[in-house]
């Protein structure tokens, strides 16, 4: 039976343990998306805590899908040089190295990319304060390939995969649910075609990754936003599984991250486990996850495969290592 400190294996790569850093944002990279000495100093501190790996923050594939001036970016070759400084220094510190690729759509503030934002239907993700117009086809048509172009530089810099966004009512997310996406072309109208972005977007991912990691950010849950459930996301499962995903990565969706109305540990992890449940691929789970005996018994009892450790890494690098350390007793 599989614990907390168990190997995992994700495509080609094998985790040293369930433990998984998930993606935070820092918002210190320079004002071009290059990588500070800041930014290098983190994640080598936290590489060296002992989590199997780590998730670097979202990075833009376009200045049009940024959501802060100070977003780490990898819409550039000129970034691939700074970018391979975080991967080594990960490696050095024993984890594997995945980076998340991200489009904010509509999330995206004037302030940050000087422009209107984009998105499905014209429709803002619930809280947002600016509109955000409607995408024309040829817009939609053009976002796979910054994605791909964005893993190839991803590849180049030394990482083990990428985590393609598809959470927290970012672009792809939003083109997910029904909440945000009403259009009535080949990218909405139906469940299918509100997923067409997404598998046009993963196999030209995976194309430019070859043998690595392609992860998935799946933003299982809207509510209270009256759009994706967690048996709906369940559903989509397999979708992303037999389009090339090596580990879906379950987080919120239209509702965020950190839902103000959930506050008890493993928020997101029912949901997860339903999604678990239609897959064969590892499924982690994100959400309030800070006992290490929760963890542990979340993995002992197959409700999922790893666990994503947020804040509680973020308060102490040594998490993981700790953690660890306290189960063998």
Known sequence: MPDLSSPLAVGGLTLKNRIIMPPMANNKADEHGFVTDVLVQHYARHAAGGPAMIVVEHSYVTLAGRVDRHQLGIWSDEHVAGLARLAEVIHEGGAAAIIQITHGGSRCPHAATGATAVSPSGIAVPGDPEE???MSVEEIQAVPELFAAAAARARLAGFDGVEVHGAHGYLLDQFMSPFTNHRDDEYGGSPEKRLH????????????????VMMYRFGVDDRPVDGITPAEAAAIGPYLEGRGVGLIDCSGGLCGSRPADRTEPGYFVEAAAEVKGMVDVPVAAVGGIVEPAYADDLIRRGTVDAVCVGRALLKDPEWARKALESLKG
């Open 197 to 212: 972005l997404i598998g046009e977007t993963l196999r030209a991912v995976q194309r430019e990754l070859g043998h690595l």
């Open 132 to 134: 955000p117009r409607p």
